[in-house]
């Protein structure tokens, strides 16, 4: 009898202290982890789409982390013990199948694309893999009175009638908006966050290159780095644009033949991506969606290069533009 | 050994009742291990054709807990809690402390694993924190079930007619008492707020899967090896060291899932020395399996259970290992989040515990039951298996590994998801493989219990209706 003791009490009753060592108490301090300032609890519709969120299973493809990793960048500023107060359950996640969402509510606030790309990823994105949530939708004859019916591309458009946003689907978004990261904190006393790395170096590719001449009529394409111009768009702007340059009828405006983008003066085109865009008519036609500003997220050097991705793509014989010109609209202000 | 020395009826209708006992927890467990693998199959195939199946049902963040928890409460656990008790009985030289404790238990598991399969398919998602998906109550059924079983094993061991405790039942005892207290400290609420949850996640995740599946699979090795092949283990003493250090550096490691998290800097230190650790119980308990083998490596040619239980063995020292190269910080800058963390769990789950569990039951069963499966079934099974996963882990390893350069190149995101497709085809191949092997399992335990036995028993068929008497 006392070998059985010994063997699965003792084991047990180590195993207990372990748990407790590294489970229980790691978990009641850390649960005291203040809210960082600006951290929010969150309302009750976004609460009901956090329920959304965990009922379909979401971050099983999309986790809600920043390392402090130049390749997480994108993201956002590193996860800071503080921006997690009010997140139980935590939905870190471990799996990046899909893009992180820690920001994603600042990284892409236009309603229209989450709704069409909710409704069917393929809408927006034509290489995403991603389900679609078409069951969190209503297909009625007519809006009702309110609710802005989803600008669908025909081709995945019911046949007949108009496609709303359900309840559900309304709280999903409420959440995804909600998540936002505060102003970066200096979280290095409260816990583990490691220093931040250095700022990622800015890309000199274009901050080297000389300004076209003024008078060039047609832009040369070797007056900046093209392939660099193209893969920040498709990181940044194609998702809305479209790779095609062509936007998407009735939600997003083309930016081929764009009277902005092909204009000598390139300021207005400049200020837009830095500042973003909201309730101003595209070549005649009214939007819904704004446009979110990328003056935090991008350097000068990396708009330029966006900026004259577009300005030279699809037909635009737009005037390029340098790091300084960027500079020169960014110190402008909005 | 037992029934010739002791032809008492008694002793024959206490074989007879364990024999249904170890039959009901595989025949069981098969079902879910079909079941569990053909989502699978569903969630594989939704990687090419994601509009494929699209309404609430049968989207994929709802199916993919319902794999997983399916896999692991339903299929390995029944199949490793049914062999512990055969294990228990044999190497204690008696009889199960309750055959109908054992009934019980077996019911509260299904019980759980079907509450918690429809749960998850209706929405009903605890907080999608891993391995801990079923809504609480159906994971108090799964404890009761654990609590039930611990009872009953420890009172098994208690009824031993030896004088030593034999290191199988260490283990299988051990992985069953501590889940226990896994599965109590995933429950209680009061420290899981915020950051507080990381850390619970952390530490449950990891010990959900090395102190449950690990210990009980490595029990049952140190039963079915000797026996199969008829010769001591190498080193008990090696055994037992392997024992207590794995109980001391496994409960430390959880944190490695989040290196880089805002989890304190420190904490995630400690599990990256631990998971360093972790190297000593892994190569001294496979260096104990393998030593065992020494000079009989050839004998895998006629026996297919001795054939299981050398992948396990090999699965269980590569896939730990590759843990510990994982769990360092230059390894999980490239690694975290793709898909070679799928392929590393894919290793060890399917590698180490699958192997191990069919090993077992191809060596054991049959000795319970006088019951054999076909050669050419043993066979299919098992090539069918082995080459599945190889391409399943192999695709995930080197498109993950694709995945996370291309983060760290700074392409755009979309990049690394069509990058990864010819990869997501390739797991699928391996995935088919790996359910028909299944299926052909399926058809083997049939053969081991109710089924036409494929050749002369040796034994009197235990199973037999006509034999009660």
């Known amino acids: ?334 | 050994m037992q029934p010739a020395a002791h032809p008492s009826s008694v002793l024959k209708q206490k074989d007879l009742e364990l024999a249904r006992v170890f039959a009901a927890y595989t025949i069981s467990a098969t079902a879910w291990l079909v079941f569990a693998t053909f989502i699978g199959i569903l969630l594989a195939y939704k990687f090419g054709a994601p509009d494929f199946g699209s309404g609430a049902w049968l989207t994929f963040g709802r199916l993919r807990p319902i794999h997983t928890n399916a896999t692991f409460y339903g299929w390995a656990s029944i199949a490793l809690v049914g062999l512990a008790y055969y294990v228990a009985v044999r190497s204690c030289r008696t009889q199960l402390y309750s055959v109908r404790l054992a009934w019980v238990g077996l019911w509260l598991f299904n019980i759980a694993a079907i509450a918690g399969t429809i749960a998850l398919d209706l929405g009903y998602n605890d907080g999608n924190l891993e391995y801990r998906e079923w809504p609480w109550p159906i994971r108090l059924i799964f404890l009761s079930a654990l609590l039930v079983t611990a009872w009953n094993l420890v009172g098994t061991v208690a009824r031993r007619t030896t004088d030593d405790i034999y290191l199988s039942n260490w283990y299988t005892m051990g992985g069953v008492l501590w889940t226990c207290i896994i599965a109590v400290v995933a429950i209680l609420p009061w420290y899981q707020y915020g950051l507080g949850q990381v850390a619970v996640s952390g530490y449950y995740m990891h010990n959900a899967v090395g102190m449950w599946f690990t210990p009980l699979a490595l029990g049952i090795f140190y039963y079915a090896l000797p026996k199969l092949l008829s010769r001591p283990i190498y080193s008990y003493a090696l055994g037992v060291f392997a024992f207590w250090t794995n109980l001391v550096f496994y409960p430390i490691i959880g944190s490695h899932h989040f290196l880089f998290s805002p989890l304190p800097w420190w904490l995630q230190t400690t599990a990256i020395v631990f998971s360093v650790a972790m190297l000593v119980p892994v190569l001294g308990g496979s260096a104990n399996f393998l030593l065992t083998m020494r000079g009989r490596f050839g004998q895998m040619r006629e026996s297919y259970p001795l054939a299981f239980i050398f992948v396990g063995v090999i699965g269980y020292l590569v896939g730990s290992s590759q843990g510990t190269v994982e769990a360092f910080r230059s390894m999980q800058a490239v690694w975290h989040f793709t898909n070679y963390t799928v392929g590393h769990s894919h290793l060890t789950m399917y590698g180490f515990v699958n192997f191990a569990v069919w090993g077992c039951i191809y060596a054991l069963l049959p000795a319970a039951t006088g019951k054999y499966p076909g050669q050419a079934g043993l066979a299919l099974h098992f090539w069918m298996a082995l080459v599945g996963s190889f391409i399943y882990v192999l695709s995930l390893s080197i498109g993950g590994t694709i995945q996370g350069l291309n983060w760290i190149q700074g392409s755009p995101f979309i990049q690394s998801v069509v990058d990864m497709g010819p990869f997501h085809v390739w797991r699928g191949v391996g995935g088919i493989l790996m359910f028909l092997s299944h299926v052909v399992f399926a058809w083997n335990v049939w053969c081991m219990t109710y089924g036409p036995s494929a050749r002369a028993a040796p034994l009197v068929p235990a199973l037999a209706r006509d034999d009660t008497a």
Request: hydrophobic residues 40%; contains cysteine.
């Open chain 1, 1 to 334: 009898m006392n070998k059985l003791v010994a063997i699965a009490g003792g084991s047990t009753l180590v195993y207990a202290g372990l748990a407790l060592l590294m489970g229980v108490l790691p978990g009641i301090t850390l649960s005291q982890t203040p809210a960082g300032p600006g951290v929010n609890p969150l309302t009750l519709i976004e609460a009901e789409g956090r329920d959304v969120y965990v009922a379909n299973g979401c971050s099983y493809c999309h986790t809600q982390q920043v390392r402090p990793l130049t390749q997480d960048k994108v993201f956002g500023r590193p996860s800071a013990p503080g921006d997690f107060a009010y997140q139980t359950p935590e939905l870190l996640g471990s799996e990046r199948t899909g893009p992180d969402l820690t920001n994603i509510g600042a990284r892409q606030p236009s309603a229209v694309w989450q709704y069409i790309h909710l409704y069917n990823p393929r809408a927006v994105v034509p290489e995403s893999i991603m389900p679609s949530f078409s069951w969190m939708f209503d297909v009625v004859d007519k809006a009702p009175a309110g609710i802005t019916p989803v600008p669908l591309p025909k081709a995945y458009a019911p046949a007949n009638g108009v496609v709303v946003p359900s309840s559900e689907a309304q709280a999903l978004l409420a959440y995804l908006m909600s998540l936002k990261q505060t102003a970066w904190q200096e979280n290095k006393t409260t816990a583990g966050t490691p220093p931040a790395p250095s700022e990622r170096p800015a890309t000199t590719s274009l901050a080297a290159t000389q300004a076209p001449s003024a008078g060039a009529s047609a832009p040369t394409i070797s007056g900046y780095d093209a392939a660099k111009g193209k893969q920040l768009f498709s990181a940044n702007c194609s998702v809305c644009h479209q790779e095609t340059g062509e936007g998407l009828a009735g939600a997003f405006p083309p930016l081929k033949n764009n009277a902005v983008v092909n204009d000598a003066n390139p300021g207005a085109h400049i200020h837009n991506v830095l500042f973003g865009l909201e309730g101003v008519p595209v070549d005649g036609v009214k939007y819904e969606s704004a446009m979110p500003p990328f003056s935090t997220v991008l350097n000068d050097a990396d708009i330029a290069a966006i900026v004259n991705y577009e300005r030279s793509s699809w037909g635009n014989h737009g005037k390029l533009v340098t790091a300084q010109d960027v500079a020169a609209e960014r110190a402008k202000g909005k």
